[in-house]
């Protein structure tokens, strides 16, 4: 009894000095650079990655909602290819709007679409994650797209 008496003051000293330690400032400081640390590493391999996959697979898109609920795809970026217009933003959402509406298989009308130089999100509910990688597949060839961001769920049936 008197030893686990002891261990459990030691571990509430512990945990108190844990508390204490983490709450101080320079504590919150390297936090703070951790997480800057692995943003940009995140951001460095998902270039990375995307590289070396630039084939859209239902498999992987179905995998990615599962884990994160988005999915992120980015187009390797050319030199000198800057959106300078400001009518450039509707243009590639009527585009993707028009591709979108002509490809079979497709609920166009439950996908919004929004630009913003060069960055397309998809957003809505489709009935598979094949629709998903088509209309993800779509907004990538179109011109002027950067980088696609999806938030496209798929409904329960």
């Known amino acids: 009894m008197k030893r686990l008496f002891i261990g459990f003051v030691m571990g509430i000293a512990a945990g108190a000095w844990a508390h204490w330690y983490l709450q101080q400032e320079h504590s919150k400081h390297k936090l703070l650079e951790a997480k800057d640390s692995v943003v940009s590493s995140a951001d460095r391999l998902s270039g990375t990655i995307q590289e070396k996959f630039s084939e859209i697979r239902t498999q992987d ?26 009518t450039a933003n509707a243009r590639i959402t009527a585009a993707i709007k028009a591709k979108l509406f002509a490809e079979p298989g497709v609920s166009a009308l439950s996908i919004n679409v929004d630009t913003n130089d060069g960055l397309v999100t998809l957003s809505g509910k489709v009935s598979s994650h094949e629709q998903i990688a088509k209309a993800i597949k779509i907004a990538m060839e179109t011109d002027g797209v950067t980088k696609v961001i999806s938030t496209l769920q798929v409904k329960s049936k």
Do not use: H, T
Request: cysteine-free; glycine content about 8%; aromatic content about 0%.
């Open 61 to 86: 898109i179905k995998r990615e909602l599962e884990s994160s609920g988005i999915v992120v795809r980015e187009k390797a970026r050319q030199a000198g290819n800057a959106i300078s217009d400001a």
